[in-house]
């Protein structure tokens, strides 16, 4: 008698929240559209203190001085598996009745290259950086007018520790601590996406 033994690729978990265990690759994983479902922004410095995000009411942000205002937002991105991301964002600016300024929202798209990093003190494949090549946006108060920039060759690149990747969720956080002689700045960003397919 003669028996056939499969094996399949398995993947070992990288972030904190990981799975143990995924017979999908991180690429595979990460390849699709996610929509923001979860925005967390701290800081102790500046005038913008905290950013909360629900899906409802869209960004509240609150000031130094414990006010606060929210604005109706939306963010998708989507990663392909030859290494491209186009990330969207939408934030809808009411009617200002101080300055004068008519409601409009305001589109970005923002285009460029995705690669997994990590090593020396974290794990291989841990983090997510994005190379922006291009980014764009349009005010529906301003017609047709498209503000583009557009970078080549760049060598700069924003990275995320990434502490979940499933095949329905991804959580990306980002903390930058700047010490100098009089003060230490921290700012802490923490983001949920839900796959869209």
């Known amino acids: 008698m003669f028996m056939a033994l499969t094996v399949l690729p398995v993947a070992c978990k990288k972030g904190e929240n990981d799975p143990a ?6 690429k595979n994983r990460l390849t699709g559209t996610w929509n923001l479902e979860s ?15 629900d899906p409802e009411t869209g960004l509240t942000y609150t000031t130094e001085d414990s006010s606060s205002y929210s604005r109706l937002f939306s963010w998708e991105t989507s990663f392909d598996g030859d290494g491209v991301y186009t990330l969207k964002q939408k934030e809808d600016f009411p009617l200002d009745t101080l300055e004068g300024i008519q ?3 305001l589109n970005s798209v923002e285009k460029g290259i995705w690669e997994f990093t990590g090593g020396n003190d974290s794990p291989s494949k841990s983090k997510l950086a994005l190379f922006a090549e291009e980014r764009s946006s349009t005010r529906t108060d301003q017609g047709s007018n498209i503000d583009i920039t557009v970078t080549d060759n760049t060598t700069e690149a924003f990275v ?5 990747l499933t095949n329905t ?7 930058v601590t700047q010490t100098s002689a009089f ?15």
């Open 21 to 26: 265990l995924s017979s999908r690759t991180r």
């Open 39 to 53: 925005y967390e922004f701290t800081a102790n410095f500046g005038e913008i203190r905290a950013v909360s995000f």
């Open 103 to 105: 409601a409009y929202s």
């Open 160 to 164: 995320y520790d990434i502490d979940r």
């Open 169 to 175: 969720e991804l959580w990306l956080k980002y903390e």
């Open 183 to 197: 003060e230490e700045r921290v700012e802490v960003l923490s983001l949920k996406f839900k796959k869209a397919d």
